[in-house]
């Protein structure tokens, strides 16, 4: 255990670091985000990037491919073979997966800090990417170097770094299916792309939400007109909007009355809510929330986990036909567009949600509006399968060895589509989802930060745990 920590140590100060550096300067969009992502370069450089790094790593044994299918975005596929040597499809084989697209920029980012410009300040790499996913190709090899390094053994392995999470995975099936034959049967899926409720042990995700994604667009008249001419006479499009929103969420509390968004909470996820919560105990009180603004509203902390992990809710994440406040004129606007996100439970069907997300927006509009519901993303859940006695032996001692605390359990309320397909296509293997995403690092958001110390030690439990797979 201490050869893996130097070896790992050792690699990430002098080569990871500087490599995940270079890449949080790339600002790879995600292709939802960049339709034009080819002409502009950015996705296919962090490609580069990232595949260059591993190749000049590789070993007997192991190989790299960047795979492009036609209108896809590509993905890095790299293969080792097990310590005893065995390799192809129907060798005993470990997946580890992970993301190198990004979220945008979003405005907020604090003095000195920005999406493309990567900051070392204490323990805190700050960038978009670094944590949401870009170090999880590194954490990978570095694991099963320092497998070796330590000499201990490993089942083959195959590393998946996909392209288009943050846009739902939209092509990720296309390359399960084109690469089914590669992949074998996994009996171990790692994924690192989720969440931590600290920094101070091994977490293993439970579950992920699912998600329904589409455009409400409500629209009255053939143009903007003058607000004090026609304001009261016409309806306001962004009244009609609001309305529409009150058939599916209610908003004093924010429940979600869209029956197929809604599902039986299982009694052991509650239950599991609670061990949670007393490890976590301050977690309401580190909520980003400004003074004198009270979100939690007496609920427990296991509650709010509960609220997270099983539960839907509904957020606006942008809109169209609102301009500038700075430039907003006295206009009745013709036209009003929503972005809507509906996180799902993890055993929801996103396509039954989406649908009657659509349905309860569209049906009989008021005052005979045009409404119009563009269906976009439909991202399947994910809930785990339980833990076999020797990962969970493992992933006990790993975390203690590792941080001196026992490992903890979370249900997350994020999604990677990725899981709920591999959970479909290996109903057999088990599943450890983890990540670094914990306090503050605010995925997605402005000053969005690596934690590098949980990075590292995330590192070394991984190395653990194909050891433990091997010799199970």
């Known amino acids: 255990m201490s050869r893996i920590s130097e070896h790992v140590g050792r690699v990430w100060d002098d080569q990871v ?38 190749a000049a790593r590789l070993g007997p044994g192991a190989s ?24 192809g499809p129907e060798a005993d084989t470990v997946l580890l997966y992970g993301h190198l697209d990004k979220q ?21 790499l700050y960038g978009r990417g670094g944590a949401d996913d870009g170090y999880a190709l590194f954490a990978a090899i570095a694991a099963l170097e320092a497998v070796v390094a330590a000499g201990g053994r490993h089942a083959r392995a195959v590393v998946l770094i996909e392209a288009s999470e943050e846009s739902g995975s939209p092509d990720l099936p296309a390359y399960i299916e084109a690469l089914a034959g590669r992949i074998g049967t996994p ?15 091994l977490w293993l995700t439970t579950s992920l939400r699912g998600l329904a994604a589409g455009v409400l667009s409500v629209a009255t008249t053939t143009h903007g007109v003058h607000s004090g ?43 599991q809510a609670e061990r949670t919560a007393e490890v976590l105990g301050g977690y309401a009180e580190e ?29 606006v994440i942008g809109a169209d036909g609102l301009p500038p406040s700075a430039t907003a004129g006295n206009v009745l606007r013709a ?9 799902l439970p993890p055993t929801a069907d996103p396509v039954d949600a989406r649908e009657a997300l659509g349905r309860a927006l569209t049906a009989d509009p008021p005052y005979g509006a045009l409404v119009e519901f563009e269906a976009h993303e439909a991202a399947p859940g994910w809930a785990a399968p339980s833990l076999g006695s020797w990962l969970s032996s493992a992933v006990d001692e790993s975390s203690r060895h590792r941080f001196g605390n026992d490992s903890a359990f979370i249900g997350e309320g994020g999604t990677i589509p990725f899981m709920g397909m591999l959970g479909e296509r290996f109903p057999e293997a088990q599943f450890l989802i983890t990540g670094v995403l914990g306090p503050e690092s605010n995925a997605h958001g402005p000053n969005e930060f690596l934690h590098v110390p949980m990075a590292k030690k995330l590192t070394e439990c991984v190395a653990d745990l194909l050891i433990a797979h091997a010799g199970r």
């Open 287 to 315: 909520l980003p929330v400004l003074a004198g603004v009270d979100v939690v509203g007496g609920r427990s902390v296991a509650e709010l986990l509960v609220d997270k992990a099983w539960r839907p809710s509904l957020e």
């Open 64 to 87: 790299l491919e960047v795979i492009e299918l036609a209108g896809r975005s590509p993905v890095i596929w790299l293969e080792f073979a097990s310590s005893d040597g065995a390799s």
């Open 187 to 201: 009996s171990l899926v790692v994924a690192l792309d989720s969440g931590c409720g600290d920094y101070e042990r």
């Open 229 to 271: 001419s026609y304001g009261g006479v016409l309806p306001s499009t962004f009244r009609i909007a609001r309305r529409l929103l009150d058939r599916v969420e209610d908003s004093a509390t924010g429940e979600v009355l869209v029956a197929a968004a809604n599902v039986a909470i299982p009694e052991d996820r509650l239950r």
């Open 104 to 124: 945008p920029e979003m405005a907020g980012w604090r003095e000195g800090l920005g999406p493309w410009t990567p900051v070392r300040d204490g323990d805190r």
């Open 335 to 343: 036209r009003t567009a929503l972005a809507l996100s509906l996180r």
């Open 17 to 54: 670091l500087p490599t995940l550096t270079d890449y949080i300067r790339i600002p790879a969009l995600s292709p939802a985000f960049d339709p034009d992502w080819k002409a502009h370069g950015h996705l296919d450089e962090a490609v580069r990037l990232l595949s260059g790094w591993a």
